[in-house]
């Protein structure tokens, strides 16, 4: 079943802070999140896996609530460069190691 | 430079003819995926294959066939069962297959009229 992302869209400021959600109604082993711009190949922004550390580069950052199955994707400072739309990925595990994305966040850093 | 490649970027098809995509990598990735990407779907798993001479159905593999006779190449024939063909096409593959990042090529933009 895929992921449900919230919220769909977002425009913001240079510099503000945003929040991305991502639910599922599975029991997850890992989850992933991408950004895409229009028109060109998802880029990978990180991974969580189940038992692993919240992880962050630069000023994105996320974390995953096993417990919840939820993963929470977090913008921070946010620049021109953030624009696009961010998708996450779960994978269920056991024998089914199969990527299933979200419909997307659409995010707007406006000047 | 390591990556991943498909071709053509643009395709135009007639209705009733059978189309293949390709998909390359010279990442000596074990797993290869192609995925369909439509408006405000995200994107969908047609199929997967996580070793060379093997493949999975993913999520909408109707109307779409595949094969995995080398480890670098995954190619995706679009057949004239496919329902409603138009869409853009991406294959990306990762080193394994559970909690592996995936690498997506630059994507093929298939119209069928």
């Known amino acids: 079943q895929q992921p449900v992302q919230s919220p769909q869209a977002v425009i913001l400021r240079e510099g503000e802070d945003a929040v991305i959600n991502c639910s599922s109604s599975?029991?997850?082993?890992?989850v992933h999140w991408y950004r895409q711009k229009h028109g060109e190949a998802p880029v990978f922004l990180m991974i969580?896996?189940?038992?692993?550390e919240q992880k962050g580069h630069d000023k994105i950052s996320a974390s995953f609530n096993e417990k919840k199955q939820q993963s929470s994707l977090y913008l921070t400072a946010s620049q021109l460069s953030y624009s696009g739309t961010y998708f996450c990925?779960?994978?269920?595990?056991?024998?089914?190691?199969?990527?299933?994305f979200g419909k997307g966040t659409l995010l707007t850093v406006n000047p | 430079d390591g990556g991943i490649t498909q071709s053509p970027k643009y395709l135009f098809r007639k209705e009733g003819q059978n189309v293949t995509l390709s998909c390359e990598q010279n990442?000596?990735?074990?797993?290869m995926y192609w995925y369909r990407q439509d408006p405000g779907q995200g994107l969908r798993l047609i199929y997967y294959?996580?070793?060379?001479?093997?493949?999975q159905k993913g999520d909408i593999a109707e109307g779409y066939s595949v094969s995995r006779e080398k480890k670098e190449s995954f190619p995706l024939t679009v057949t004239s069962a496919q329902k409603n063909p138009t869409a853009f096409y991406l294959c990306?593959?990762?080193?394994?297959?559970?909690?592996?990042?995936?690498?997506f090529g630059p994507g093929t933009r298939l119209t069928v009229t």
């Open positions: 990925g779960t994978e269920s595990g056991g024998s089914n190691y199969k990527l299933t």
């Open positions: 969580l896996l189940k038992g692993g």
């Open positions: 990306a593959s990762s080193m394994g297959t559970g909690g592996y990042e995936q690498y």
């Open positions: 990442l000596n990735h074990d797993a």
């Open positions: 599975k029991a997850l082993y890992s």
């Open positions: 294959s996580q070793i060379v001479n093997d493949f």
